[in-house]
């Protein structure tokens, strides 16, 4: 094996009232200044006044990724418990209320809503996204055509928006379903190779359909800005142990691939169909889906899906960041993912569902 790929997380949170649990509208300035100070440079504004990101540094371990997100969830909650807001971090927020959000006091973020409307203002939802280091010479498109079928596996570990609006929507991941209203979202058009990237780019600016210097929202993409592959799928996970079994086990696909000689690799048409149907699949039923086997189109569960990526990936998943990844989506398989806690939890009211996710970032 080469030696391990850097890579990054971002983490999306929702700022929410502790004695109602719904999200701030409008926080103050001095409240995101808070944030802000906590964070230093790591500090970025979402989509909406009541919703901050987290972006992290590079790590070269799972240890150094927990004890960076760990202190900023920490730090975070500690700070703005004073100010009676709490920390959430979820695809979606159980109780909605995506009709009295703001937009973020920004131009980028002002450009969307002013171009998708409805769909922008309807996207309160929160992911897990993670970077990995791609060396120079690899060609980004053909390793994420190479991790592309792998994609719905991690979907379903991190499977966190069982509700919208209040409201059980049968969906373990209705934040997929949400993000399913934007263009250029979901799993990647099928494309050769970087060229052909390039072009397609170049297709969608001519015709008006993409703006300059935006690259679309693909469930995975490569980034623009970074040498990196950029895993976008995930719903963001309020147990930090999920979010790193997600980050850790992606870093050991990208490594396992880069490793690979170097070939031309075509994604066939069945592939990218049936990628999109484990999709579908790992969005509405989580780890209690069948899936297809895209090896010889046989059908099995979560588990059996979890130990091919084991064996497939045995290379990279050997150490202790790799024993550590796999041994946790063992877990969530077995015990379940946010979106299984939550609906257990509802039995109790939505409100038991906010408070218990609120626990949940902060106990790190």
Known sequence: MNSPCGF??????????????????????AQIDLCRQVLGAHFAQEMFKGQIEV???????????R??????????????????????????????????????????????????QQVA???????????????????????????????????????????????????????????????????PERLSDWQGYQRYLALLRR???????????????????????????ADACPNLEDAL??????????????????????????????????YWRAMRHGRHGQFICLEDEGQGSAGQWLARAQAVFADALQGVDGDRSFARAQVIVAQGSSADRQLAMAQQGMLAVVQGLLQEVKSC
């Not at 109602?20 to 926080?27: E, H, K, V, Y």
């Not at 966190?160 to 059980?168: L, N, T, Y």
């Not at 690259?215 to 895993?231: C, H, K, M, N």
Request: net charge negative.
């Open 8 to 29: 990054g997380i971002e983490e999306e949170y929702l700022l929410v009232e502790l004695a109602s649990g719904r999200m701030l509208a409008a926080p103050s300035a």
């Open 55 to 65: 972006a992290s540094p590079v790590f070269s371990s799972l240890a150094q990724a």
């Open 67 to 116: 004890e960076f997100l760990a202190g900023s969830r920490m730090q975070l909650a500690q700070v703005l418990a004073e100010e009676g807001i709490g920390l959430l971090s979820a695809g979606s927020h159980p109780l909605g209320g995506w009709r009295k959000q703001q937009p973020a006091d920004d131009e980028h973020f002002r450009q969307l809503f002013a171009d998708y």
């Open 121 to 187: 203002r309807r996207s309160l939802l929160c992911g897990l996204h993670v970077h990995v280091g791609v060396p120079p010479g690899h060609d980004r498109i053909q390793l994420i055509n190479q991790l592309l079928p792998w994609l719905p596996l991690l979907l379903l570990l991190s499977t966190s928006s069982p509700f919208w609006e209040g409201q059980v929507t049968g969906y373990m991941s209705y934040r997929q379903v949400a993000c399913g209203e934007w263009p250029h979202m979901g799993l």
């Open 207 to 233: 015709t008006g359909s993409l703006r300059e210097g935006d690259d679309g929202w693909w469930a995975i993409r490569p980034s623009r800005l970074f040498p990196t592959v950029e895993l976008r799928i």
């Open 245 to 278: 079994c997600i980050a850790g086990l992606f870093r050991c696909m990208v490594e396992h691939y880069l490793a690979q000689p170097r070939t031309t690799v075509h994604l066939s048409r069945e592939a990218h169909w049936l990628a999109r149907e484990n």
